[in-house]
């Protein structure tokens, strides 16, 4: 038997409250937003394997959605194989979704982003020593000829 208690404290639970901003944009469906929102928690490592996911119920409370919208972004996470349903006790994260996000997002960062970003690394003739050195510091390099 579930204990509803311990799971309502389980660390899952709080992020998914403080974290899911209630704001929509629009150019998006919501039921997309929702399932992008789940997909950041599990890459952030915020939704670990076998955690539990809050009811429909609960996230169309919170967030003030219809449950069926809800239940269409969780649906996809079903499909993506991320998810997994368990008669009568809900929805958990399936083992691996976190690496098979990874790949995904990487594969995709490579195809999508990188080329522009490439593009204007090379505009601007920056050198590996200085992408190297900015991502080490959070910024750009003391040399590369910021204020100063």
């Given at each position: 038997m579930v204990n509803y208690n311990t799971i309502a404290a389980h660390h899952?639970?709080?992020?998914?409250?403080?974290?899911?901003?209630?704001?929509?944009?629009?150019?998006?469906?919501?039921?997309r937003q929702l399932r992008d929102r789940v997909v950041a928690m599990i890459l952030d490592g915020l939704l670990l394997e076998g955690d539990p996911l809050p009811s429909v119920r609960t996230v169309a409370a919170e967030n003030r959605v219809n449950p069926l919208t809800v239940l269409?972004?969780?649906?996809?996470?079903?499909?993506?194989?991320?998810v997994e349903k368990r008669r009568g006790l809900g929805l958990?994260?399936?083992?691996?979704?976190?690496?098979?996000?990874?790949?995904?997002e990487r594969q995709r960062f490579l195809s999508e982003q990188w080329p522009a970003v490439h593009a204007t690394i090379q505009?601007?003739?920056?050198?590996?020593?200085?992408?190297?050195?900015?991502?080490?510091?959070?910024?750009?390099?003391?040399?590369?000829?910021?204020?100063?």
């Amino acid at each position: 038997m579930v204990n509803y208690n311990t799971i309502a404290a389980h660390h899952a639970y709080a992020p998914l409250k403080d974290i899911m901003d209630p704001e929509w944009n629009d150019s998006q469906p919501i039921y997309r937003q929702l399932r992008d929102r789940v997909v950041a928690m599990i890459l952030d490592g915020l939704l670990l394997e076998g955690d539990p996911l809050p009811s429909v119920r609960t996230v169309a409370a919170e967030n003030r959605v219809n449950p069926l919208t809800v239940l269409k972004g969780y649906q996809q996470l079903v499909d993506e194989q991320l998810v997994e349903k368990r008669r009568g006790l809900g929805l958990f994260i399936n083992a691996g979704a976190r690496e098979v996000l990874l790949q995904a997002e990487r594969q995709r960062f490579l195809s999508e982003q990188w080329p522009a970003v490439h593009a204007t690394i090379q505009r601007l003739g920056l050198t590996p020593q200085e992408l190297l050195a900015a991502a080490e510091t959070g910024g750009p390099s003391a040399k590369s000829g910021g204020e100063g």
